[in-house]
């Protein structure tokens, strides 16, 4: 699923900075690249680094991740995984021990579904007990 959709990412991009009422100029300055270079991502002709999204990102406010799979980059599944997970760890209402053992269990079922999750298959949640 990882595949170039430079064009999606380009018309995403513009959608968004229109969205947030900033100018081609303004963004690339809040982002720290090139005005043209953004131009050219907005266009398609280019494909940025997962560095430069992240910068992008961070400028119009919005998760990198959602750049990431936009681009190519990230696959959707792995996004989903790891926003799922940071929800979990975030969750104030439950305990560190709770957050593991629900984190084990959700690696549990990934697994039991044959996504592969080896490597959180510990629950994510390092020094609870």
Do not use: C, W
């Amino acid at each position: 699923m990882a595949s170039l959709n430079v064009g999606s990412l380009g018309d995403y991009l513009r959608e968004q900075r229109r969205n947030a009422q900033l100018s081609l100029r303004q963004l690339a300055d809040a982002a720290g690249v090139s005005n043209p270079y953004l131009s050219q991502i907005e266009r398609g002709l280019r494909k940025p680094s997962a560095e430069v999204l992240q910068q992008v990102a961070k400028a119009l406010r919005i998760s990198a991740e959602t750049l990431y799979v936009r681009a190519g980059i990230l696959d959707e599944r792995q996004q989903d995984e790891s926003e799922t997970r940071a929800v979990i760890l975030a969750d104030p209402s439950i305990n560190e021990r709770q957050k593991s053992v629900l984190l084990q269990i959700y690696a549990s079922f990934r697994k039991e579904n044959g996504l592969d999750d080896e490597e959180h298959a510990d629950g994510g949640a390092a020094g609870t007990a």
